[in-house]
């Protein structure tokens, strides 16, 4: 079991930054693959930005591909995305997730590959 708390959302102008925090607790973080989704009112969730346990390998949504940067610090069971240039589509809830299990690249992109999720912070860019 793992518990997640994301932070770091908020209310920003077009073309400016924000670093989204994401805080586990629970078993050792750094078995974990993580990754970050979001959701806009009326959408379906959708992925962002994924990391290897080891962090080795990262994967990202190509509309963000170039803005955003996913990070982890095992030190402090911690991981983080860094959003540059933002855009006012990027407003929507982002959520942090974890899975222990090891999967194919494939399913880094898929939300239901997850087992553990955040309650979700919210980013608003404003135009």
């Known amino acids: 079991q793992v518990q997640l708390v994301e932070s770091g959302g908020g209310l920003v102008q077009a073309g400016g930054s924000l670093r989204l925090s994401c805080a586990a607790s629970g078993r050792t973080f750094s078995n974990y693959i993580m990754a970050w989704f979001r959701q806009a009112p009326g959408k379906e969730r959708e992925f962002v930005a994924a990391l290897s346990s080891s962090g080795g390998r990262t994967y990202y949504a190509d509309s963000v591909k170039g803005r955003f940067t996913i990070a982890r610090d095992n030190a402090k069971n911690t991981v983080y995305l860094q959003m540059n240039s933002l855009k006012p589509e990027d407003t929507a809830g982002y959520y942090c997730?974890?899975?222990?299990?090891?999967?194919?690249?494939?399913?880094?992109?898929?939300?239901?590959?997850?087992?553990?999720w955040g309650q979700g912070t919210q980013v608003t860019v404003s135009s």
């Open positions: 997730a974890a899975e222990f299990r090891n999967f194919d690249v494939g399913s880094y992109y898929q939300w239901d590959a997850y087992d553990y």
